[in-house]
């Protein structure tokens, strides 16, 4: 007989976290929101973006966050203007197994006009 327990409450506070990150008393931000299990339950599924043959396996945003890189199984890139839904740029990344990283180099010209 298997039995499911309850999660422990979350310990991560996201007013008071954020409160702190503005006061300049809280370095770690960015490190305890991204494990925040009450914050990660949260998210929903905004768009699905039609593009890739395999499983997708990364996801980046470039700093504008304004387009969207994802890698996948099927050894492609896809840069997507995920606000309209639309592929900017669709090429085959060279690898010669699964795409587990596609990142936009920061201040490289990577933004949008």
Request: proline content about 3%; charged content about 25%.
């Amino acid at each position: 007989l298997f039995r499911s327990t309850a999660l422990p409450r979350p310990r991560w506070r996201a007013v008071r976290a954020l409160r702190e990150r503005e006061m300049g008393t809280n370095s770690c931000f960015v490190y305890e929101a991204c494990g925040a299990r009450g914050l990660v339950q949260r998210f929903r599924l905004q768009h699905g973006l039609e593009g890739h043959v395999g499983c997708v396996n990364t996801l980046h945003f470039n700093q504008r966050g304004t387009w969207l890189a994802s890698g996948s199984d099927d050894l492609k890139v896809v840069i997507w203007d995920w606000v309209r839904k639309q592929k900017v740029l669709d090429f085959e990344s060279g690898h010669k197994s699964n795409v587990f990283q596609a990142k936009f180099l920061p201040n490289s010209g990577d933004r949008k006009s």
